[in-house]
């Protein structure tokens, strides 16, 4: 014998039973709208792992960086994550390389494309910062000279 309910939770079953299809409806799209999401944000982790800049570090002979070095080194490898922000976490991670070429070994620090300017910066004195990629995509902008402009009175 099926117990009988106390009065208002029976009182809601027709209720129920009316939206049931609204429900099942809204439960659709809700699963529809976290499956785009879903299905988005793994392009754009894509897109950004296969648009990354890779730059080359070279110590000198006298290298020998102290603990203040260090620490703003970290924190300027912490940055790259926040010149990144519109890109999903695993694809702004950076990523130290070492590789090692007729017994020369060379160190590569790689990011985010939008994350390029942090990267280039150098992080210690005695680090020199080689990229791969040109400069031909930035154009400096020049002021004339007030003295130079034509129809001036000087």
């Not at 894509?46 to 924190?75: C, K, M, Q, S, Y």
């Not at 950076?94 to 942090?118: D, F, H, Q, W």
């Not at 930035?138 to 007030?146: E, G, K, L």
Request: aromatic share 6%.
């Amino acid at each position: 014998m099926i117990p009988r309910l106390p009065g208002p939770i029976a009182g809601m079953g027709p209720w129920i039973a009316s939206s049931a299809p609204y429900l099942a409806g809204l439960l659709l799209g809700a699963g529809a709208a976290a499956l785009w999401l879903a299905v988005r944000r793994a392009q754009r982790v894509r897109e950004a792992l296969a648009d990354r800049v890779r730059v080359e570090l070279i110590p000198t002979a006298t290298f020998n960086p102290g603990e203040g070095e260090v620490t703003r080194w970290a924190h300027q490898l912490a940055r790259i994550r926040f010149a990144a922000s519109s890109t999903p976490s695993r694809g702004a991670a950076a990523r130290i390389r070492y590789s090692a070429t007729n017994g020369k070994m060379r160190c590569y620090l790689e990011g985010p494309a939008a994350a390029a300017a942090v990267l280039s910066m150098p992080g210690f004195a005695e680090v020199d910062v080689r990229t791969d990629r040109g400069t031909k995509s930035i154009t400096p902008v020049r002021f004339p000279d007030p003295a130079q402009r034509e129809g001036e009175r000087q």
